[in-house]
């Protein structure tokens, strides 16, 4: 008679930052026991994975699913096959959709439509931008709240702006009461503003690429992260800062942490993946990225970052849209959509930055898997392989190598910005909570069944 429903036998499993000749065993949707090499127990299936390795899977704090409103792009359902087939075992999105997830009911309406179509774990940050909702979304059980602070440098819904400082300051006094976490897009929306009209009057064009040089200026950043961590400061608020790129801003970022601020950090792929090749060649698709890679200081600082510790997480900006609707950008990419598909191609990417030495393994599933479920306060339940965690995981075929293209993919708009690209590393296996969701290139999970994150106080 069968023990377990699963083994997982012949590979490496990563475990407090090493990898470990174990077998692994899940029983119903946790991970039941991990043996050592020459014990053998009953089970329904093995799975043989000799050669390769195991590690968590990939928890996404920054996910754009365009779902509701937006549906043309992404909806629950292909956002969450692209995260089974990148390695993503838990994403959780962001309000701004349509309408944008400000009050009780639009976020249980949301939160229903996930639980039918989701096939990966999933949770919902909320607007905060309505101090008096704030209590009321706590308890109805939210992930947690997102803050923009940018409202016009594109279509940012401004409906969720907030970048005065007094009304930052009530929010995050509303939100430190709940001990949910509080994410920020930080950005000094006055000075970018500046920054373009002397561009246009300069006679710069206001497409893609002016875009994306004053999108990533150090100042725009660093001005605005100054603020908010003395808005934290005052309010206590467990402040999680995102699309931190800006060199001076990680030093910022840095030193708060060393005073004991409540300050989690996170980056996305984009600015330390793609380059101003990549944006002369692939253009809008590649945007706002294209400056970041160019500058050695901010590029050397970023990969620091990650060793030292600064970098909390990474979290992947899933933001699809249409290739028709980012071309737009070539005439005037101040009102054009911007942003980019990641979760198909996502692990691979990042494996290949291990494989060529800028960042080890252990790094790796730190920022993608154990600090993400700290920052929810789901770890260990989460982030970790150990016995009695959810058996979230994926297998990666390590040595093997391929090119990244636009053909197979699960995104809904079909393209991304990775194509071309060679990789070393490709996740074969992806499981959920015991579920193979993801095998061999395919999806296999059915919709629902992903479950709702909740936000836990902290």
């Known amino acids: 008679m069968a023990d377990y429903d699963i083994c997982f036998r012949g590979g490496r499993v990563h475990l407090w930052g090493e990898l470990q000749d174990v077998d692994l065993y899940v029983r119903g949707e946790s991970i039941a026991l991990l043996s050592g090499r020459g014990e053998s127990?009953?089970?329904r299936r093995v799975v043989d994975v000799s050669g390769k390795i195991i590690i968590p899977g990939i928890i996404d704090l920054h996910a754009h699913t365009r779902d509701p409103g937006y549906t043309h792009k992404e909806d629950f359902l292909t956002a969450s096959r692209a995260a089974a087939a990148g390695g993503v075992t838990t994403w959780v999105d962001m309000p701004n959709v349509e309408p944008p997830t400000t009050t009780v009911e639009l976020f249980r309406?949301?939160?229903?439509?996930?639980?039918?179509?989701?096939?990966?774990?999933?949770g919902h940050f909320v607007s905060g931008v309505n101090f008096e909702e704030i209590p009321k979304l706590a308890a109805a059980g939210v992930t947690g709240f997102k803050i923009f602070q940018v409202s016009g440098a594109y279509p940012h819904d401004p409906r969720l702006a907030l970048n005065d400082e007094g009304k930052l300051l009530q929010c995050f006094r509303a939100i430190a009461k709940t001990g949910l976490v509080c994410v920020v897009h930080p950005f000094n929306q006055p000075l970018f503003d500046s920054f373009s009209a002397e561009a246009f009057a300069q006679g710069k064009p206001p497409n893609h690429v002016t875009f994306a040089e004053i999108y990533t200026k150090e100042a725009v950043?660093?001005?605005a992260i100054s603020s908010l961590l003395m808005l934290q400061r005052e309010s206590g608020v467990r402040l999680h800062v995102v699309h931190t790129h800006a060199a001076r801003s990680l030093n910022l970022l840095r030193q708060a942490k060393g005073r004991g601020q409540s300050v989690t950090v996170e980056i996305d792929p984009k600015y330390f993946h793609l380059g101003r090749k990549d944006l002369e060649e692939k253009g809008p698709q590649v945007c706002p990225a294209g400056f970041v890679l160019e500058d050695p200081e901010r590029i050397?600082?970023?990969?620091?970052?990650f060793r030292n510790g600064t970098i909390d997480n990474i979290g992947s900006d899933h933001a699809p849209h249409t290739n028709e609707e980012v071309e737009k950008q070539r005439i005037d990419a101040w009102t054009a959509a911007m942003g980019n598909p990641q979760y198909d191609h996502y692990l691979s990417v990042f494996l290949t930055d291990v494989h060529e030495g800028k960042l080890s393994l252990a790094n790796l599933v730190r920022c993608l898997s154990e600090t993400p479920a700290r920052i929810l306060g789901i770890f260990p339940r989460k982030g970790i392989l150990l016995p009695g965690s959810d058996a979230d995981l994926v297998v990666v075929d390590w040595e093997r190598e391929r090119v990244l293209s636009n053909k197979g993919l699960f995104t809904k708009v079909q393209w991304s910005p990775y194509a071309g690209w060679k990789v070393q590393g490709v996740p074969v296996l992806t499981m959920v909570r015991g579920k193979i969701v993801a095998e061999d290139g395919k999806v296999t999970g059915e919709p629902g069944h992903g479950k709702f994150i909740a936000g836990v106080s902290q």
């Not at 050397?300 to 970052?305: C, E, G, H, L």
């Open 221 to 223: 950043w660093e001005s």
């Open 41 to 43: 127990y009953g089970a």
């Open 109 to 122: 309406e949301k939160k229903a439509r996930a639980e039918k179509g989701s096939l990966v774990d999933f």
């Open 300 to 305: 050397a600082k970023i990969w620091r970052s």
